[in-house]
């Protein structure tokens, strides 16, 4: 990774959140450069989720700042935050059970159409159009995820898999700028885990920032340019995946320290 | 195209009727079929609201209200005796007034009812907005509550207050021209046209809301009801479409109550009463709740029963039951999913078996 | 307005704000412990004034009362039994709806029951014509009756559900329902449980007030939104300040007489509730950051 002083695409600062009396993310600052892949780590109840969710609009930090080049994005709702391309995947997978893939995925490209309510009862060319120029981008995407031949399949009776897949491929629809990844890993096999590194990868490859929150430590180490590791909420480490393996803090939060 | 095809099963329904009610010399039969058409208009409306704000809204009677009670009030302003003043004359060059004759040889001059149209529908509209935007933000099902009240408040205005007739209503509404020759009145000479006006203004709904859900807002209306996180993190603003939606439910039945005030030539406060509003809740939870054709059948078919008096003194229990029922056991509504599952399984078996004995 | 009719005013809206802390406490023990808002609230009112009054054909009045308060606690223990322990895959919208329906059954089968005249138990003590002097006032001795009623109830719901073990099961389940079943607390009991105490409170409630605002068997409607909104003022959830804020009502409502026409006196309520929702969703009492947690 050639080592140039670039402004990141993220800047995350001084982030502090409480639930009632529990701290769960702690002055927690980091900054996520343009291109790489970025993992956010750590054992149960150390933040992560917390601190993906106010990166992507869920909660309201009591305090803190997160920028998106030189825009502020706290207090923004996750709609607000989606316009400026920065898109997310779910855990535990929303999608419309009872829509097709299809238009699973195309509620991706939401974004970047503007036909509205007008439109829409008129069925205006523009709108049709611009429907027809959305699906034309998407079939690719089906297509690069194997699940183009499903695309008119109501998702609900999908395979797990699968349905992650359309999750993923909703998020790229949307032609992100920065992805969001809720533990993408979460349920997967160790093949299907090997995939999902190469389709990151391809991600990445296509320009795009992609920040996840995982516990899969293959995944992580596998793919990740740089790791960091909260634990309790506080951030503990940060850096490449070589330098967190031998992290002494980072090894005993996960294997337990010589509790003499 | 294939969407179009059940608004073209429709209205091919729609035709067969009137012409079996002409055959069977059951014509009567046309009136009630009309006002049902309307109260149809209400529960489509609904079904936007429903389906994918996801939220249920016991004020639709009071938007329906609204929507009867300004056309009447303005069309009953008689503006004859004023036909000297500064009022008149402007509104006459602007082409506002319509001048009528009564049967007893009186000249009646009341305001052009396309005004009072404008102004049903801007008045439903900006009151559905400004009810909306708040509280439609709020987590939970306060809009339940809130258009109950809402209901109520219109309920207790009109039923209190002289101008609006208070318990006795507004009578006397005159009818209304759509196009030279095609009036929406209740004479019975105009039976037929205003059973196919009624009926082409709910296909006209249908068609608008059709187009709608096949489109880009469309699609967002309904990951609101799969998925409302999801359509948040996609970009959907979830807040106005949710406004949005109410305000096209509100809208739909001011036209209603609209047209069915010059249909019937009044309006009473039981229209904007909160049994009223639990029946179109009744009807679209009973089509299922985000099956918009699900509650055209369904409110055909019980506003039908109803006003034939079918359900005799159990009318609003027979809502109620449904209600209930409907909850219960059938949340998806009767015609639901498995509705059609098995409808499509016994079109398959008709199909194989007529195979069969070909071969 | 002269000291006098003030303090008329007082009682007046005392009273009637009392009949909406019925509803209200009502609602907020119900939603307490499954989350929904039950509609049919207001007819729980109405059935205990209507069986009393029926019942007093028979036997004496205050028999009546506790007999009609049992019966109608026993039909809402039979609702949740019959209705709401079935729902439990149905969204909240769904049982809102179902109460919604259930709302209209019991009307129209009071309706069948009892007819629409206007019925009304008699004073308890003394009659329509007597009053007491207080501080210059002329109140009803039914008043009296009311507050009296009101204040033992408001004290033995605070006993129970802070000091007792049944009681203090009931707010764990509010709390938290599956914390509260692991603790071995049987939910569906403390669900059925709610709605019987609801009932029976309203049915109380629409006993003692029913010589002075009379039972028809239509009332429960505006009661239902008119007790909402108290429950909402107060915050939902509490049902102590489910009181005052009843009574915060019911004397706006009596002191709008002397600025409003009557007519308009029902639409304050509503227009309070929809302040409220506008400002400050968790009612007066309410923290913002409970409410926020809470399903609806």
């Known amino acids: 990774m050639p080592d140039r002083a670039v402004a990141p695409i993220m800047k995350i600062r001084n982030m502090n959140k409480f639930f009632g009396g529990l701290h769960a993310v702690d002055s927690v600052s980091f900054d996520v450069k343009e291109g790489i892949i970025k993992s956010v780590i750590g054992p149960n109840g150390a933040g992560k989720t917390t601190m993906f969710n106010m990166i992507a609009g869920y909660h309201i930090p009591e305090s803190g700042e997160v920028y998106y080049r030189d825009t502020l994005l706290t207090g923004k709702k996750p709609f607000q935050i989606a316009s400026h391309g920065i898109f997310r995947t779910f855990q535990n997978l929303k999608l419309s059970t009872h829509m097709s893939v299809l238009e699973n995925v195309l509620l991706g490209c939401h974004t970047r159409g503007s036909a509205g309510f007008l439109s829409g009862m008129l069925s205006l060319r523009k709108g049709r159009e611009e429907e027809k120029r959305a699906v034309e981008s998407v079939i690719p995407v089906l297509e690069w995820l194997g699940i183009a031949d499903m695309k008119d399949t109501e998702v609900g009776n999908l395979s797990f898999g699968d349905q992650r897949a359309v999750e993923l491929a909703r998020a790229l629809a949307s032609d992100p700028s920065v992805l969001l990844l809720d533990e993408p890993a979460a349920g997967l096999n160790m093949h299907e885990t090997d995939i999902l590194s190469e389709r990151i990868r391809a991600i990445k490859d296509k320009g795009k920032t992609i920040l996840l929150v995982e516990h899969d430590m293959s995944l992580v180490m596998d793919i990740s340019d740089e790791i960091v590791v909260l634990n309790f909420g506080q951030k503990i480490a940060e850096g490449i995946p070589e330098d967190i393996q031998r992290n002494n803090d980072v090894i005993r939060i996960y294997l337990g320290g010589e509790d003499a | ?359 | 307005m002269g000291a006098e009719q003030f303090l008329q005013y007082i009682f007046a809206g005392i009273t009637i704000g009392s009949i909406y802390a019925f509803v209200a406490i009502g609602y907020n023990i119900i939603y307490n412990t499954t989350g929904i808002i039950n509609f049919a609230q207001g007819e729980f009112v109405m059935l205990g004034g209507m069986t009393a009054y029926s019942l007093s054909n028979y036997i004496p009045l205050f028999p009546s009362i506790i007999l009609a308060v049992i019966i109608t606690a026993a039909i809402g223990g039979l609702i949740e039994n019959i209705f709401i322990r079935r729902m439990k895959k149905t969204s909240v919208l769904g049982m809102i709806v179902v109460t919604i329906g259930l709302s209209i059954l019991l009307r129209e089968a009071a309706l069948y029951v009892w007819d629409e005249q206007i019925r009304a138990l008699p004073f308890f003590t003394g009659s329509e014509i007597s009053s007491v002097n207080i501080l210059g006032a002329r109140i009803s001795p039914q008043v009296i009756w009311v507050l009296g009623v009101t204040s033992v109830i408001v004290l033995s719901l605070y006993i129970f559900l802070k000091y007792t073990l049944t009681g203090r099961a009931m707010r764990a389940c509010s709390e938290n329902s599956s914390a509260a079943l692991l603790c071995g607390i049987k939910t569906g009991n403390m669900v059925n449980l709610s709605f019987m105490i609801s009932a029976g409170i309203g049915a109380l409630g629409g006993c003692v007030l029913s010589p002075l605002t009379q039972t028809h068997y239509a009332m429960g409607t505006d009661l239902a939104i008119k007790g909402f909104t108290v429950a909402i003022l107060g915050g939902l959830g509490n049902p102590l300040a489910a009181v005052a804020a009843g009574l915060l009502l019911g004397l706006i409502e009596s002191f709008s007489i002397s600025i409003l026409p009557m007519a308009y006196k029902d639409v304050i309520s509503v227009v309070i509730l929809l302040i409220i929702l506008l400002v400050k969703p968790s009612g007066i009492f309410g923290s913002i950051q409970a409410s926020a947690l809470k399903d609806f």
Not at chain 2, 202 to 212: E, H, S
Not at chain 2, 294 to 317: E, T
Request: aromatic share 12%; hydrophobic share 50%; with cysteine.
């Open chain 2, 1 to 359: 195209m294939k969407r179009y095809y059940p608004v073209l099963l429709l209205a091919a329904v729609i035709i067969i009727i009137q012409l079996l009610t002409l055959i069977t010399g059951r014509e009567f039969l046309l009136t009630q079929l009309t006002m049902s058409a309307y109260y149809v208009l209400v529960a489509a409306g609904l079904c936007m609201v429903m389906g994918y704000a996801g939220q249920i809204s016991l004020g639709q009677a009071g938007f329906f209200a609204i929507g009867g009670y300004t056309t009447a009030y303005l069309t009953t302003i008689n503006f004859s005796p004023m036909s000297g003043k500064a009022v008149f004359k402007v509104l006459d060059a602007a082409g506002l007034l319509v001048t009528k004759t009564t049967l007893y040889g009186d000249t009646l001059v009341h305001l052009n009812p396309w005004i009072s149209f404008i102004l049903s529908v801007l008045i439903a509209g900006f009151s559905a907005y400004i009810l909306g935007v708040p509280i439609l933000r709020l987590k939970g099902h306060y809009l339940a509550m809130a258009t109950m009240g809402f209901g109520i408040i219109v309920y207790r205005i009109v039923l209190g207050t002289r101008m609006f007739g208070e318990a006795d209503g507004i009578s006397n509404v005159p009818s209304f021209s759509l196009i030279p020759g095609i009036r929406v009145s209740g004479d019975i000479s105009r039976r037929t046209v205003n059973y196919y006006i009624s009926w082409l203004l709910v296909i006209l709904a249908v068609l608008l809301l059709t187009n709608l859900i096949n489109s880009r807002v469309g699609r967002a209306l309904r990951s609101l009801h799969g998925s409302e996180e999801a359509a948040d993190a996609m970009g959907v603003d979830t807040a106005r479409y949710k406004v949005a939606v109410f305000v096209t439910g509100a809208v739909m039945a001011s036209v209603a109550g609209f047209f069915l005030t010059h249909y019937n030539g009044g309006i009473g406060p039981s229209e904007a009463g909160v049994a009223k509003s639990v029946r179109y809740v009744a009807i679209v939870a009973v089509g299922g709740m985000a099956n918009l054709w699900g509650s055209i059948i369904m409110g055909l078919i019980l506003n039908f029963l109803s006003l034939r008096g079918v359900f005799g003194h159990f009318d609003d229990a027979v809502f109620g039951i449904i209600l209930v029922l409907m909850m219960m056991f059938m949340p998806d509504g009767f015609i639901n999913r498995s509705f059609f599952n098995t409808l499509k399984s016994i079109i398959r078996k008709i199909k194989s078996n007529r195979g069969d004995s070909n071969a």
